[in-house]
């Protein structure tokens, strides 16, 4: 199983980017799948999951509003829109899957996630 994220890169504050995670191995229809970052000192942190079925959606408070977390289960694919990026929003950006439907989302985080892919970082600018 295989986890391959892209899209990140340089961008000014105020921009856009969307990042894309896309699936193999196996099919993650029925699975929970999300991301997480991590900036440059601190800890991983949740940023955004969406259910199997993709009708429940979780948001960090930081990026509620701005980010949209989607997927193609027939492209075994999630997606991240990133709107009105922020410097603060610097980070590596990781995208993970749970075990058919296995994760949770709890006091503001999310766990039970099982395959995690390498990151992509995304970098702005003030």
């Known amino acids: 199983v295989q986890l391959q994220a892209s899209g990140g890169g340089l961008v000014q504050a105020g921009g856009s980017l969307r990042l894309s995670c896309a699936a193999s191995?196996?099919?993650?229809?029925?699975?929970?799948l999300g991301w997480f970052r991590q900036a440059p000192g601190k800890e991983r942190e949740f940023v955004a999951a969406?259910?199997?079925?993709?009708?429940?959606?979780y948001y960090t408070d930081s990026v509620k509003g701005r980010f949209t977390i989607s997927r193609d289960n027939a492209k075994n694919t999630v997606y991240l829109q990133m709107n009105s990026l922020k410097p603060e929003d610097t980070a590596v950006y990781f995208c993970?899957?749970?075990?058919?439907?296995?994760?949770?989302?709890?006091?503001?985080?999310?766990?039970?996630?099982?395959?995690w892919g390498k990151g992509t970082l995304v970098t702005v600018s003030s």
């Open positions: 191995g196996r099919t993650f229809s029925s699975s929970g």
């Open positions: 993970a899957a749970d075990e058919y439907g296995s994760s949770w989302h709890e006091g503001g985080n999310y766990y039970g996630m099982f395959y």
């Open positions: 969406i259910s199997g079925s993709g009708g429940s959606l």
